[in-house]
């Protein structure tokens, strides 16, 4: 290989040759072809989700849902063990209440998935077996894959709807990291990972793909959310965690280098599990659907300034975005007047509740489209989706975003500016159809 030698004598091996760490190949080597023979074993293969269920004490048709794999490409140590471990956890604590005369006000389903690594089969069958089930009573999902993809900060990808719970969550939890004893999760977390969007928060990812909640949030619309610990992305730029899917992710890697105490993984059971006891047991959700609005109003201001580089296409066409900030005016209108009467609710009235409580549950389900996204029917979800460039990662406003990209290379520009036209009326719609579900119910 070529580039330069590696930092230290302990990335060298035993062989009579240079240790460069690249990138491409020196000399006549970089002419050089490599035949590779690869024999796998093709067959048809049972597998097994595990499902256990607390039936809920008031609610038990309203169903919160921790999940995670435990299927791993070699031994796992972190992908997927270390959330696996946390779920065990979650369990356990879990049981222990229930032993001492506690029962969640809704159901709580803990998911083992198999088959995550071969396209997130398990949780995706199970999903669409129960999809009928899941659209009328599902609150919410919360992923539990790797507990520590680094040991930097603390991590969040999550719905709008749930920047407030987990911002008052991390709150009450005590900070693992080294120089915030005393303090909070949530004060070392806003200190090494501020918001770029919002002043004065942590900041909190949109959701992407490639692990378990896909089919709960991206094809259902059932709210979701994930968290670990991470690394500094700001310093380590190079995706996922140096040993992911390798030979050396075991459980000596964790235990040497990424959490020797197991402080983070304690912690982020911590998140995990206080996210489920709050969305199970509390008397109105834990949802404030003005964050929603917020999000909302900042998506769009987002991908009409990203139009803005087209400003000559936008007049030629008659491109305009005008519908979209409408209803999104309209969505943070009817978001402030509904959390009005949710302050003002009766809670020991448990009709209003319900009746509140389903509006908040199914205010994720208003931004689904049956027809999916062009070219990728699965996902339906309008506001988030994987990127159609990244699957890792979320995009919001994909229809819009996959509509303008590479624009300008497009053969027939008129019929481009035609989509992109299209998906902004979609978008509209879907945004003001969304603000009618949260008006009062006659």
């Not at 990812?205 to 896909?214: P, T, Y």
């Not at 500094?232 to 020797?260: C, G, L, M, Q, R």
Request: net charge neutral.
């Amino acid at each position: 290989m070529g580039g330069p030698a590696p930092p230290d004598s302990t990335w060298k091996g035993s062989l009579n040759v240079s240790y460069n760490i690249g990138p491409g190949f020196i000399g006549s080597y970089s002419t050089r072809k490599v035949r590779m023979h690869i024999h796998s074993n093709n067959k048809v293969t049972r597998i097994y989700n595990v499902i256990g269920t607390i039936k809920g004490a008031m609610e038990s048709d309203r169903y919160v849902i921790l999940g995670g794999h435990r299927d791993s490409w070699v031994f796992g140590g972190i992908d997927p063990q270390s959330g696996a471990a946390v779920v065990h956890e979650i369990v356990r604590s879990f049981g222990k209440l229930k032993k001492e005369g506690w029962r969640p006000r809704r159901t709580v389903i803990f998911a083992s998935w198999d088959a995550e690594e071969f396209g997130l089969l398990g949780s995706t069958e199970w999903a669409e077996e129960n999809a009928k089930i899941l659209q009328a009573r599902g609150v919410a999902y919360i992923n539990a894959d790797s507990s520590v993809e680094g040991n930097y900060t603390l991590r969040i990808d999550c719905t709008p709807l749930m920047y407030g719970l987990v911002y008052n969550l991390t709150k009450e939890i005590p900070s693992p990291d080294e120089g915030f004893e005393g303090k909070s999760l949530y004060e070392s977390w806003y200190e090494k990972n501020p918001s770029t969007e919002y002043r004065d928060l942590p900041r909190i990812n949109k959701l992407g793909s490639g692990n378990d909640f896909e089919v709960f949030f991206q094809r259902l619309g059932i709210a979701s959310g994930r968290a670990r610990y991470s690394k500094n992305w700001k310093v380590e730029k190079y995706s996922s965690y140096p040993a992911y899917h390798s030979i050396y992710e075991t459980y000596e890697i964790v235990e040497k280098f990424y959490d020797p105490t197991f402080k983070n993984h304690v912690t982020v059971a911590q998140v995990r599990g206080g996210l489920v006891f709050e969305l199970a047991d509390s008397v109105v959700l834990p949802f404030d659907c003005r964050d929603y609005a917020a999000a909302l109003s900042n998506y769009t201001h987002i991908i009409y300034n990203l139009s803005k580089s087209h400003q000559s296409e936008v007049t030629k066409y008659s491109v305009t975005f005008d519908p979209l900030f409408s209803a999104v005016k309209n969505f943070t209108e009817a978001a402030i007047d509904f959390h009005r009467r949710l302050q003002q609710v009766d809670i020991s009235n448990p009709i209003d509740v319900r009746s509140l409580n389903d509006q908040l549950m199914l205010l994720e389900r208003a931004f689904i489209d049956p027809l999916g996204l062009p070219g990728r029917p699965f996902y339906r979800h309008i506001i988030f989706a994987p990127s159609s460039h990244n699957k890792y990662a979320g995009e919001s406003f994909p229809g819009i975003y996959d509509a303008m990209f590479d624009i300008k290379n497009k053969a027939d520009q008129h019929k481009a500016w035609e989509e992109v036209k299209r998906q902004i009326s979609i978008a509209a719609f879907t945004v003001q159809a969304a603000a009618g579900t949260l008006k009062q119910v006659a």
